[in-house]
């Protein structure tokens, strides 16, 4: 799964070509669909959320940049929106979402534990794989730990927490990183006595009740992956699509 | 408008957006100077409750609603009012202190509601000063909260509220993680600020300190009240109570074993029993 | 276990028969910086197999004593001690870290939260064997059995942020379990937790004693703790001020302070007696407090 990532940010961030990126997406999806089984129902609400942006990124290009020739697609009084720009928006706008689904897509299909164990296989210290389920464990509890604490702010009487304007809401979380800080302070300190009572120790080897292996779905991937990555670079190299980083 | 009302929950119904109804209808009229405990096993919707009486949770039906009389006549209505307004009247303390103190000194922790109602200066400090010894933290002004033990920093908590002089005030579990002595001092402190006429509401799970303290229980379970009345009469309709599983004092639960009407203190109970037993000499 | 199954037998309660597992003696404690000790002259001496409740006011040094009956002082937190700790006999001062005692005896803090390191339930129980690097399928027996033994093989599965404070602190002592200490020592575990929560771990600590471990347990919730506590320790400004069998310490002459640490059942006991009234046990329970009355009442009516 890793690789495959590796991968498709490399193209991704190397292309421009909108045909090129809708395939990608497209791709993505279906790996996906077929592989995770996770429909694209379910997380078209957070796709959704993308749209603007694209919509707007999108928007900026083609007033921005200047067309070749004469080709424009509109003009709406003094500003002229370029093809090309409007061209150049949405490939970057595609770009940002097929980015954000791939790590998306690594986070809904992959298991935190198998990542520290797939770390481990790579012969990194148990002690930096572990951080990344431990955060995931840890992470909702603070959380939930500044909600309450801006509900109480509201509470106590501020208006700053639940403002319309931004300065005050940023002031609002200013004023609540110092009990978070020693709150996660406080509670790193137990952790730790917590972990050591319970036997953890930093030279002895360890056992692992988890495997991780390689299933038929990471076999499809990887033969997927590579394929793509060999028409990928056919393409690129026979000069048939036109391959840009930015214009 | 009555002004012994305090606050009136009227047909309120939330349901949560996961899909789990945790208040279903309730309607609830609070009283001034009522000190009332709000009783149940988790997932009863006390806590839903206690939440809506300033609007951190707001109705999810059309025709719910919560409403807060202040003490000038006015009345907040917890869906057009914004939570930040209600600091002066209605105060709610949330059970873990941590998640409520924002300052490293214990007089800028009170100071700072008291800046965000518009009490400041002179009236702010002697406010500071009064609220520190009411609740036994005198002469701690300048200490750092978080140097502090849990028992000191709950009070800090329950002081924050007080004083900001609300006239409801709302407490979640004040017992959570004290020690006998320091649970039942806290409940003397709000036992005070009741008797200063304000309305005090407790969520907690020590029905022996309910059955002292509370002139009003309410019952939940499965979002709706159960039952309501002073404890002698909540506490004795036991197969009501059968349903929530809520474990009552032990004399109380001695006393319905052997036919006595509710108990509700030790004292209580030693007179019931020398009146039906009688006195014998020869007890060690 | 009840106080109805609780061994009636007190032969093991008597030093000089066997060797105390755990033993204190003449031991004071201060923290590095602190200008006062938090311990003084301790003499404890906790039996194989005993359940020892510690009673007190907050900053009586409780949770201090359980740190140094299991090396979390001196090994993690510093300090300066005199006296000594002896675990199975041996010195504590003679073992070479944190981790060769917890093999013995160990620990449950009071904050769910922060004993829990994994994201389902299945990985905590495992974990501290996997620390130790037993092999798997021991490892899995172990797991088996512990989540039999505490009932929660139906959460194996779920996330542990997810789960109730109780069952949390349930899952904890199961994973401690698992590492098949000898002793556990437990501190306010229901501290944070609601009637039902601190049930299940009040039942918890009873399923650690029928596995024949010893447990020392400081709690506040004196009603539930003198159901499963055979001896019981009173605590204040950093000395044992009590010590003996429960109804013993209970009857004993206590500060106005520590009253509150009777179970109001037994207070009533008390008082009735005070009173002139014939009660012939103290009652500890419910229970208890029925039998009583019931047996002055037949006294009361046929003289």
């Not at chain 2, 899909?19 to 609830?28: D, F, I, N, P, Y």
């Not at chain 2, 919560?66 to 303390?93: N, Q």
């Not at chain 2, 993680?177 to 407790?202: F, M, P, S």
Request: contains cysteine; charged residues 20%; proline residues 5%.
């Amino acid at each position: 799964m890793f690789l495959g990532i590796l991968v498709l940010l490399y193209f991704v961030l190397t292309t421009l070509v909108v045909p090129y990126m809708a395939a990608m997406l497209a791709l993505v999806v279906l790996v996906l669909w077929l592989l995770a089984r996770i429909p694209p129902r379910e997380y078209a609400p957070v796709l959704a959320t993308f749209v603007p942006l694209i919509a707007i990124v999108t928007l900026m290009q083609a007033v921005v940049r200047p067309a070749a020739g004469d080709a424009y697609l509109a003009r709406i009084g003094s500003v002229r929106l370029s093809s090309e720009g409007f061209t150049v928006g949405l490939a970057i706008g595609m770009r940002l979402m097929t980015m954000a689904l791939t790590f998306a897509a690594f986070a809904m299909t992959t298991n935190p534990n198998d990542i520290a164990l797939a770390l481990t296989k790579l012969r990194i210290h148990y002690r930096y794989c572990y951080l990344t389920s431990f955060a995931l464990r840890f992470l909702p509890l603070v959380q939930d730990e500044a909600a309450t604490l801006l509900t109480a702010m509201s509470v106590r009487g501020s208006p700053d927490p639940s403002s319309s304007n931004p300065v005050k809401r940023a002031r609002a979380v200013t004023n609540i990183l110092l009990p978070l800080i020693v709150g996660s302070l406080r509670r790193s300190v137990d952790i730790a006595l917590a972990m050591e009572l319970r036997g953890y120790r930093d030279d002895r080897p360890r056992t692992y009740i988890r495997r991780i292996g390689m299933k038929t779905e990471d076999y499809w991937l990887l033969a997927g992956i590579t394929l793509f990555a060999v028409v990928s670079f056919a393409l690129k190299f026979s000069g048939v699509l036109e391959f840009r980083t930015y214009g | 408008m009555d002004s012994a009302l305090a606050v009136e929950v009227h047909n309120v119904t939330h349901v949560y957006p996961d899909g789990t109804r945790a208040l279903h209808r309730v309607s609830l009229t609070i009283n001034r100077g009522e000190f009332l405990a709000l009783i149940g096993q988790n997932g009863s919707g006390k806590t839903t409750l206690a939440k809506h009486l300033n609007g951190m949770l707001k109705p999810t039906n059309r025709d719910g609603a919560v409403r807060v009389w202040t003490t000038d006549k006015g009345v907040l209505d917890t869906r057009t009012t914004p939570l930040h307004r209600f600091a002066a009247h209605l105060m709610y303390v949330f059970q873990n202190p941590d998640r409520q103190i924002f300052n490293d000194g214990v007089a800028a922790e009170l100071g700072y509601g008291l800046d965000n109602i518009g009490v400041i200066g002179v009236e702010a400090a002697r406010r500071i000063d009064e609220t520190l010894d009411q609740v036994g933290l005198r002469g701690l002004q300048q200490h750092n909260p978080f140097r502090m033990s849990r028992g000191q920093r709950q009070r800090l908590s329950i002081a924050a509220a007080i004083a900001m002089r609300p006239a409801v005030l709302v407490v979640d579990e004040p017992t959570t993680g004290q020690d006998r002595a320091e649970g039942r001092h806290i409940l003397e402190v709000l036992r005070r600020y009741n008797a200063r006429g304000n309305t005090v509401i407790i969520i907690s799970h020590d029905m022996a300190l309910v059955a002292q303290f509370a002139t009003r229980v309410v019952a939940m379970y499965e979002g709706e009240v159960l039952a309501d009345g002073d404890p002698r009469s909540v506490f004795g309709s036991v197969e009501t109570l059968r349903l929530t599983n809520i474990t009552l004092p032990q004399v109380t639960l001695f006393g319905l074993e052997v036919g006595f009407p509710s108990l509700l203190t030790v004292s209580e109970a030693v007179e019931r029993v020398v009146a039906e037993v009688g006195i014998r000499s020869g007890g060690e | 276990m009840t106080l109805e199954q609780a061994p009636s037998s007190t032969a093991w309660l008597d030093p000089d028969t066997v060797e105390p597992i755990l033993r204190a003696e003449n031991f004071s404690f201060t923290y590095d910086a602190a200008r006062a000790p938090v311990l003084v002259d301790i003499d404890l001496s906790v039996q194989r197999g005993e359940f020892l409740g510690i009673v007190g006011p907050t900053g009586a040094g409780k949770s201090t004593l359980l740190q140094c009956l299991c090396g979390v002082i001196p090994f993690y937190t510093p300090g300066t001690r005199t006296g000594a700790v002896f675990i199975k006999g041996r010195d504590l001062a003679d073992y070479r870290g944190l981790a060769d005692i917890t093999n013995t005896v160990s620990l449950v803090l009071q904050d769910p939260e922060c004993q829990l390191f994994n994201l389902h339930v299945r990985d905590e129980l495992a974990w501290g064997l996997e620390n130790r690097g037993v092999a798997v399928p021991e490892i899995l027996a172990a797991m088996q059995h512990a989540a039999d033994a505490f009932g929660i093989g139906h959460l194996l599965d779920r996330n542990t942020s997810t789960l109730s404070g109780g069952e949390k602190q349930r899952v904890v002592v199961a994973s401690v379990f698992a590492l098949r200490p000898e002793i556990v020592l437990l501190d306010e575990p229901t501290s944070e937790l609601d009637p039902v929560g601190t049930q299940m771990v009040f039942e918890a600590a009873g399923l650690l004693a029928a596995e024949g471990i010893t447990v020392v347990m400081v709690e506040h919730k004196v009603e539930e703790l003198v159901r499963y506590a055979h001896r019981l320790a009173v605590m204040e400004a950093g000395r044992i001020t009590a010590l003996g069998p429960v109804r013993d310490v209970l009857r004993g002459d206590m500060t106005a302070r520590l009253t509150a640490y009777r179970p109001h059942v037994f207070q009533m006991g008390l008082d009735l007696r005070a009173r002139g009234v014939a009660v012939d046990a103290v009652p500890l329970s419910i229970e208890e407090a029925v039998g009583m009355y019931r047996r002055l009442q037949s006294v009361a009516i046929h003289g």
